[in-house]
């Protein structure tokens, strides 16, 4: 192996030289993004760190998503019991 580098330790002890030797050769082919890439990945990341991370008014969608479900709720069993309008 070429010293100082390190592949995977979980290679087999007999591993063959040639597969190492690719391995060196496609990490020190692999492409690297353009610098502007980097700082505009770089930007918007730091971006959506300062962006508020629930919505203004979480509470009230909390409460009108629980009202919304036990509304179903509540319809579903008068159905099962033959009431209303869907109940037959």
Do not use: C, N, W
């Not at 760190?49 to 509304?71: D, V």
């Not at 509540?74 to 009431?83: C, E, I, N, P, Q």
């Amino acid at each position: 192996m070429i010293p100082g580098r390190d592949i995977r330790d979980d290679l087999e002890p007999g591993a063959p030289e040639e597969l190492i030797r690719l391995a060196h050769r496609l990490e020190d082919e692999r492409p690297v993004p353009s610098a502007a890439f980097r700082g505009e990945l770089r930007r918007r990341l730091l971006a959506a760190e300062s962006s508020p991370s629930r919505p203004a008014r979480l509470r009230l969608l909390i409460t009108s998503y629980a009202s919304a479900g036990f509304a179903l709720l509540a319809v579903g069993a008068a159905s099962a019991a033959g009431l209303g309008p869907l109940g037959t």
